[in-house]
């Protein structure tokens, strides 16, 4: 049993890096193609009216910057309808919304503040927004997401090359205090590599998109005939990724449109906001499980086969293994002194050959860690350094390996929510910096 666990392991670890090799190829691929195209802003055949809704939790701190970057899209200001709710503020964030909508260079614009007292947290918002919401698609800005001034361009053109089939459209988020601290350099690190990798990789291979939780548009009907967002969901935004493509529609990269959002500065924020995230992606990975066994649409079966091979069983291999290497070191140091004491994890006799592989899988993962941030950062201009890679090196031994911290937390609390139904979707107000 105990030689089985450990194959079993190492196959797993194996075929978790073949797919990440996968992802990094189509993503590498996506580039050379991309990267020879010169990008024009000429005008588009037509612009249809576009509702922007930023949903603000105690935010008094960003939304001003972020309401000014919204107002200022390259936009026609006739097209474009913005609607800023205070949700359960006990702070001034309304009083801040007010205070930038008295700019005179505002002043008829199409802007509407809700002070919101429901429940349902960021999809009730978004629920909310879609009943009195009046453009032909609705779109999302988190109050931390100041948009870059052609992010909105950006994913009309995307949606308008296939009206019919592209229902959503996505940009990417760039981190705009990654130079804050050691934590916050390596979360810029880490939304490069799914921003520019993972996305781009997976839209190029399989047309799948992922819908952020900022920086994206949807059609508006369409939105409404699939039941808006589930009330309450922790990560509303995977689980509204899931029913388009349950749909048989497509949600598009707009690789060009970019918003700048803030990240967590201290650890505690970061380890809660990750710990809800997770959870979330957990609760859609359960609810969509069966899907792989049904006849739904084929991308459905893959992005779930990918989460859950991600969020469990991959998981489940990395554990392990750190269990094997520590139960192995341990019962080294005690053979020093107790000869009698033997490895409780072994292949052959002798266990070389098992620490061979070991050492082989574990620079493997460090070689690929590296490559694909390198990579990553290549796609930014004067990213790509030596300081990265060093950056990337650190972060595998300290910063990832609290992905599995995390993991563990949210798989325990999932199912402690479940057999005591307990309210999973309570959250902890991750804390915002004036920059």
């Known amino acids: 049993m105990s030689e089985f666990l450990q194959i079993a392991t190492l196959i797993s670890i194996w075929l978790s890096l073949l797919i990440s090799l996968c992802t990094l190829t189509g993503a590498t691929a996506f580039w050379m193609k991309h990267s020879k195209v010169r990008v024009q802003i000429a005008p588009l055949k037509r612009y249809p009216k576009v509702t922007l809704v930023v949903p603000a939790h105690n935010e008094e701190v960003v939304i001003g910057k972020t309401m000014r970057a919204i107002l200022n899209l390259n936009y026609p200001t006739s097209q474009l309808e913005v609607l800023l709710f205070a949700d359960n503020c006990q702070d001034n964030t309304a009083k801040e919304m007010r205070k930038v909508m008295r700019e005179h260079q505002y002043h008829g614009r199409q802007v509407k503040i809700i002070e919101r007292t429901g429940s349902g947290g960021k999809a009730g918002v978004l629920n909310d927004a879609l ?4 453009g032909e698609y609705i779109g999302v800005y988190d109050a931390d997401a100041m948009p870059e001034k052609n992010a909105l361009y950006f994913l009309v053109k995307k949606v308008l090359e296939k009206p019919d089939m592209y229902m959503a459209s996505f940009g990417r988020n760039k ?9 916050t350099r390596c979360i810029n690190q880490e939304i490069v590599v799914t921003q520019r990798i993972q996305h781009c990789g997976i839209w190029h291979l399989f ?3 992922r819908i952020p939780g900022t920086n994206f548009i949807i059609n508006t009907n369409y939105v409404k005939s699939i039941g808006g967002w589930r009330n309450g969901a922790l990560t509303e935004d995977t689980d509204i990724s899931f029913k388009i493509m349950g749909s048989g529609k497509l949600i598009a990269l707009a690789y060009n449109s ?5 990240e967590p500065e201290r650890l505690k924020d970061y ?4 710990l809800r995230w997770a959870k979330g992606n957990y609760e859609v990975v359960i609810k969509n499980f069966t899907h ?3 006849h739904t649409n084929w991308r459905v079966k893959l992005e779930t086969f990918y989460y859950s091979c991600t969020f469990f069983w991959f998981n489940a ?4 293994s750190d269990i094997f290497f520590i139960s192995n070191l341990f019962a080294l140091l005690l053979h020093i002194w107790n000869p009698a004491i033997v490895l409780p994890f072994t292949i052959t006799s002798t266990n070389v ?6 050492l082989f899988n574990w620079l493997l993962m460090i070689m690929l860690h590296i490559l694909q941030i390198n990579t990553a950062m290549a796609t930014q201009y004067g990213q790509a350094t030596t300081k990265q890679i060093w950056l990337a090196l650190a972060s595998y031994f300290t910063y990832s390996q609290l992905f599995i911290i995390v993991s563990v937390h949210a798989v325990s609390s999932v199912t402690l929510d479940r057999i005591f139904h307990r309210d999973g979707t309570k959250w902890v107000k991750t804390k915002r910096f004036s920059d």
């Open 258 to 262: 970019e918003a700048f959002q803030q």
């Open 292 to 294: 792989i066994f049904d």
């Open 271 to 274: 380890y809660f906001q990750r």
């Open 353 to 358: 050959l098992l620490a061979q592989v070991l």
């Open 317 to 320: 291999a990395i554990i392990l």
């Open 131 to 134: 009943k009195i919401a009046n």
């Open 175 to 183: 981190t705009r205090n990654a130079e804050q601290n050691f934590l």
């Open 207 to 209: 047309k799948i998109g």
